[in-house]
């Protein structure tokens, strides 16, 4: 079992930044892959970043080149720097954790609003 929790959403205006935070406890060592979802409302949920154990990574289009991902395995850790912002970028945001079998650890998730 996982459990993940995210922290640091919030309510910005159009062009500032956030960044999101998601803290991951129990057989942590057996997490490959994790990921930051987003999900707004009447939309399904869509794949916002996603790194590897390595650290390779991969970006949804709309937020490449504003949003970055990264983790730390020392610190069971997860992180989405968001710059940039747009309304458009308005969701609950999620983090999940896939062991080998798909994502199957979700966090609550974090809501962000973007002003215009």
């Known amino acids: 079992q996982v459990q993940l929790v995210e922290s640091g959403g919030g309510l910005v205006q159009a062009g500032e930044s956030l960044r999101l935070s998601c803290a991951a406890s129990?057989?942590?060592?057996?997490?490959?892959?994790m990921g930051w979802f987003r999900q707004a409302p009447g939309k399904q949920r869509e794949l916002v970043a996603g790194i590897t154990s390595g650290g390779s990574t991969n970006y949804g289009d709309s937020v490449k080149g504003r949003f970055t991902i990264s983790r730390d395995n020392a610190k069971n850790s997860l992180y989405l720097q968001m710059n940039s912002l747009k309304p458009e970028d308005t969701a609950t945001y999620y983090c999940?954790?896939?062991?080998?079998?798909?994502?199957?650890?979700w966090g609550q998730g974090t809501q962000v609003t973007v002003s215009s």
């Open positions: 129990g057989r942590t060592f057996s997490i490959y892959y």
């Open positions: 999940a954790a896939d062991l080998g079998g798909g994502y199957n650890y």
